[in-house]
T-cell receptor, first 114, second 109 residues
């Protein structure tokens, strides 16, 4: 199993600013994923982050708005840029097991944009 | 595109059995997973079906029928702590998870 931590756990930000969310895994993983979840809603995949290559973004998400770094096999960051109230959400990172049949999730970052 | 539909809410009493259905439209996938998420918590893995049929893990069982584009999660001997949201998710051929709409289960005493 993997243990995933995220920082910050929550933040309140002003519109127009940016926030970088950090995700740390306690073991090396090839793939990491970033999700967004509105309260009471399902998880929406933002992007897949592989070490050594650019992140792959899902439809509706672009690199300028959500730049992602993946400097090594245990760490990734997601930046939410030029924030608006519509970006208020919970952001989660995850990593799969070696079989890829299961994913472990971080505790999430609760973002509120005023 | 891919879509996975679930009932929005299910209610049951302690000790009962409940089935949460998941119908999907997808071009192809490795397997169907189920995740549990308590309010304020992170999703946690429950089960994975790579093949058609029933997988049993303690009080929870999961079923997949690719020919019917359908799966379900069966929860037996319900406990109050089972009150949570449950998500089906397909593991795509690029190993990413696409989640269903989610089902909120409320267990009453």
């Amino acid at each position: 199993s993997a243990v995933i931590s995220q920082k910050p756990s929550r933040d309140i930000c002003q519109r127009g600013t940016s926030l970088t969310i950090q995700c740390q895994v306690d073991s090396q993983v090839t793939m990491m994923f970033w999700y967004r979840q509105q309260p009471g809603q399902s998880l929406t995949l933002i992007a897949t982050a592989n070490q050594g290559s650019e992140a792959t973004y899902e439809s509706g998400f672009v690199i300028d708005k959500f730049p992602i770094s993946r400097p090594n096999l245990t760490f990734s960051t997601l930046t939410v840029s030029n924030m608006s109230p519509e970006d208020s959400s919970i952001y989660l990172c995850s990593a799969p097991t070696s079989s890829y049949n299961e994913q472990f999730f971080g505790p999430g970052t609760r973002l509120t944009v005023l | 595109g891919q879509s996975l539909e679930q009932p929005s809410e299910v209610t049951a009493v302690e000790g009962a059995i409940v089935q949460i259905n998941c119908t999907y439209q997808t071009s192809g996938f490795y397997g169907l997973s189920w995740y549990q998420q308590h309010d304020g918590g992170a999703p946690t893995f429950l089960s994975y079906n790579a093949l058609d049929g029933l997988e049993e893990t303690g009080r929870f069982s999961s079923f997949l029928s690719r020919s019917d584009s359908y799966g379900y999660l069966l929860l037996q001997e319900l406990q109050m702590k089972d009150s949570a949201s449950y998500f089906c998710a397909v593991r795509s051929y690029t190993d990413k998870l696409i989640f269903g709409t989610g089902t909120r289960l409320q267990v009453f005493p």
